[in-house]
């Protein structure tokens, strides 16, 4: 059973340019969380969907950023117009049950030059 | 509120020696779950450990062993004879039952010298 799964691995984007994150799910589990890391802090978390519907997005910055869940394929996190406060990794989990038993990817390292 | 500390932002120790990484949480719920990381240099999250806040007896794996206290809302994490592969970022967590989210302390960096 292969393990969360997030591409690419390394993003390098200039400032204007929008930057999108995939991540998929361990099979079998329909609840994704996304969280930033910046760099020398713990993780933070962004937002929390299920298959079609984001459940929790208390996290999120409140514009440029967006995420989804479609009922086919990866969870994609978009940053639009990226500056350089948002170079970070980014961290996508999922879970089959609930956030307390959340298996996190390897994360993506987003750079915005 | 919901708030995890790790004060120690930094450790260095010599190899062999017995390390422990202070973790304090902070929740009102009476069911919570806690949690510690591990992060090698490389980046990714390693998964070490989650306890639930019902079962506070001490766990042990290999060199690893935590020590959770509602007492004082402390979850411990020791490192016995300690190995230069053990240096890394460790992060402790909480999750409280019904949130989404798990709340990451800011990490430990523990440098382990030869």
């Known amino acids: 059973n292969a393990g969360v799964m997030q591409n690419p691995r390394h993003l390098v984007r200039r400032r204007g340019q929008e930057a999108r994150l995939r991540c998929s799910p361990m099979?079998?589990?329909?609840?994704v969380y996304w969280y930033r890391q910046l760099p020398e802090e713990g993780l933070k978390f962004m937002v929390y969907l299920q298959k079609e519907n984001i459940i929790d997005e208390s996290g999120m910055p409140k514009e440029r950023f967006s995420a989804e869940f479609p009922k086919e394929g990866p969870s994609i996190l978009r940053i639009q117009q990226v500056v350089r406060g948002d170079s970070a990794a980014y961290f996508c989990a999922s879970s089959p049950r609930g956030p307390y038993e959340q298996y996190f990817g390897p994360g993506t390292r987003l750079t915005v030059t | 509120a919901q708030k995890v500390t790790q004060a120690q932002t930094e450790i260095s120790v010599v190899e062999k020696e017995d390390v422990t990484l202070d973790c304090v949480y902070e929740t009102r719920d009476t069911t919570y779950y806690l949690f510690w990381y591990k992060q090698p240099p490389s980046g990714e999250l390693v998964f070490l450990i989650r306890?639930?806040?019902?079962?506070?007896q001490n766990e042990i794996s290999g060199r690893y062993s935590w020590n959770f206290q509602k007492s004082t809302s402390s979850f411990n994490f020791t490192i016995t004879a300690s190995q230069v592969v053990d240096s890394a970022v460790y992060f402790c967590?909480?999750?409280?039952?019904?949130?989404?989210?798990?709340?990451f302390g800011k990490g430990t960096r523990l440098h382990i010298l030869p």
């Open positions: 967590a909480l999750s409280e039952d019904g949130d989404d989210k798990i709340i």
């Open positions: 306890r639930n806040s019902f079962d506070e």
């Open positions: 099979k079998g589990h329909s609840h």
